[in-house]
């Protein structure tokens, strides 16, 4: 009750600040932002504008710290020789050149940590968020308008920089909430690969027989909990390790009723496990590898009308489309989306129901 | 009646001569006959064995001619600076060392066209083909075993090779009937395509709203065809063309209700084009198109619980992925798979069912 009254009290004080009139008006997609090309989306653009006076469908962030992606931090501190105060020259050189944090080597960016500072008028009663909630946005830094006042730390081994700044979040742009009954460090760690157990919740079905490539990864883990939450008594979920110990780990968690050990470079072996274990092929594969090479270690286990879901950002679209034809495989093959509707609460949801999955991740990846 | 006949004959007749238990064993993808590296499949294979007796669930084909995928054809003519005897001799070269007609530098294969000779009594009476039967093969040459006698003639205009030769066809090898109801040359070029139009009579339900991106292309008008087909009434087939002479040739078709003219390199006037005609997103996009950097074009028109089904060939798997999360787009990405179960029979009957699909067909693909 006390957060409607605040929220309301929010949109009626921004409208009696700024009047709905006088402010301007962006478009969806942040294109209203984009100096160079014309045209462009935020993402390809070369340079956006990263003026902190807000439009009216905008969020404005105050900044605690980016999340550099992986390729990115690397190619900087490659760069630097390792020389971290060259780093952060090249960091703020980078945010003035275009107003956004994406590396012109990589073309990555990463995401961000902060609180809301303010609400577009036109999104404030569309929205869950209130100002001074704390988020990390979930669209790339590649795309966010972002002004960096002062770079306070690096912290390389986990690629973090805290920042003095304000960044922008567009009316498309995704966020969550981070919650009060974990650590920033460990939501973060989920989020990170957020779409891929959402995405297993909407797809599988109780009764499902269900293939996990890459099951003892960070996202593997967590869409194996996922898959056998949703497959019931009736399905099975087969996880794929690629050793005898990653084997026995995966055992120890009890996210899969069977674990195999397979090559995935060698379809056929993925193809003569599975079918060990079933005598026939399953049907739905669910793709989280990152390695290249495996598109028909997914698609040989899938029996015909099944699905393939590919998560591993090492598919190749073409190996994908000619493998399936090449054996004569009438399976659906499904681009993972890193986004989908509620997949950050799920995501946290799924760590707060599994002990062994929190556990494991906060050995692991905090 | 008279053709059940003869295939019950045909089973005794093989059972009679060979006797299944002196018949060598097959694999369903043919991994019986990969010679090098072991344990791979036929195609990515270096060598596979081209020896012509059949294993008990193989197709022998008395080979015609091969129609060569046209990026291997174009390199063969360049090598041998136009010179077809040099081209003929580097064919039989490839053949006689890979036991497949795989070009080396591209890594690609064609189709061929012959007629049945002999059919592995493990297939015979699950299969509807019968020897004498002309066929052509949707499988790649790439991964079919080939044996050439001799080269007759070879046709540079359309890529076509004659030959006295045989070849295999694997037990999830596909293939196509040739119909007596057209040229050999039509049906080839409607079989070229032919997982389009049956992906999307699977796909499209009546009332949906889709568009079709590169709807004036070879695969375009198919699947804009058989788009209208399954939308009914109340849906409506939206398609791109590039610039007013395509667009007028597309509207002359009727295949769509509407044509729009837009760049498909700037996803926001694909999207504004759209929502000119509805004031929201479709819910089906259709990429034919064959140039990269679509992605976000086929993603941005697209309702969010849509699907976004990608047949170019172009597409980029990470493009799409990142493309769909960085605009929060929650849209189902599928990559096009050239097979589906009765494609060929679906495809030749659409050809069949619209006089004008053919007249263009016969006009410019044949």
Redesign the interface.
């Known amino acids: 009750m006390e957060k409607i009254l605040i929220k309301v009290n929010i949109v009626k004080i921004t409208s009696m600040c700024f009047g709905d009139k006088n402010m301007k008006k962006g478009t969806l997609?942040g294109?209203h932002r984009v100096i160079e090309p014309k045209?462009s989306?935020p993402?390809p653009a070369l340079k956006i504008s990263n003026d902190m006076e807000i439009y009216d469908n905008e969020i404005l962030i105050d900044v605690d710290y980016l999340n550099i992606d992986s390729a990115s931090f690397t190619q900087l501190k490659e760069e630097a020789h390792g020389d971290m105060e060259k780093v952060k020259n090249n960091i703020i050189k980078i945010v003035v050149q275009r107003g956004k944090m994406q590396n012109p080597v990589t073309g990555s960016g990463g995401m961000l940590i902060g609180r809301v500072q303010e609400i577009g008028p036109k999104l404030s009663d569309k929205i869950e968020l209130k100002v001074g909630d704390k988020i990390a946005t979930?669209?790339?830094l590649?795309?966010t308008p972002l002004k960096i006042k002062k770079i306070k730390k690096i912290n390389p081994d986990i690629d973090r920089v805290e920042i003095d700044g304000k960044a922008i979040l567009f009316e498309?742009?995704?966020y969550a909430k981070l919650p009060e009954d974990m650590e920033d460090t460990l939501a973060l760690a989920a989020l990170d690969v957020a779409?891929a157990p959402a995405q297993v919740k909407k797809l599988v079905k109780s009764g499902d027989n269900v293939l996990i490539l890459g099951a003892t990864g960070k996202s593997g883990l967590m869409c194996s909990c996922m898959a056998k939450q949703m497959v019931g008594m009736e399905g099975i979920v087969i996880g794929q390790a690629r050793n005898e110990n990653r084997a026995q780990f995966l055992s120890n968690t009890k996210f899969c009723d069977k674990v195999i050990i397979a090559d995935v470079l060698?379809?056929?072996?993925v193809l003569e496990e599975v079918q060990k274990i079933f005598g026939e092929e399953v049907d739905i594969t669910i793709n989280c590898l990152s390695i290249p090479n495996t598109e028909?270690s997914s698609i040989?286990p899938t029996r015909?009308g099944g699905i393939v879901y590919?998560f591993s950002?090492a598919?190749?679209?073409?190996k994908?489309?000619?493998?399936?034809?090449?054996?004569?495989?009438?399976?659906?093959?499904?681009?993972?989306?890193?986004?989908?509707?509620n997949h950050a609460q799920i995501t946290l949801d799924l760590l707060r129901e599994s002990k062994v999955l929190r556990k494991i991740f906060e050995e692991k990846y905090v």
């Open positions: 997609y294109t045209g989306l993402q979930l669209v790339s590649s795309l498309s742009g995704i779409g060698n379809p056929v072996s028909l040989l015909n590919f950002m598919t190749s679209f073409t994908a489309a000619l493998g399936a034809e090449g054996v004569g495989k009438d399976v659906t093959m499904i681009i993972g989306n890193g986004y989908t509707k």
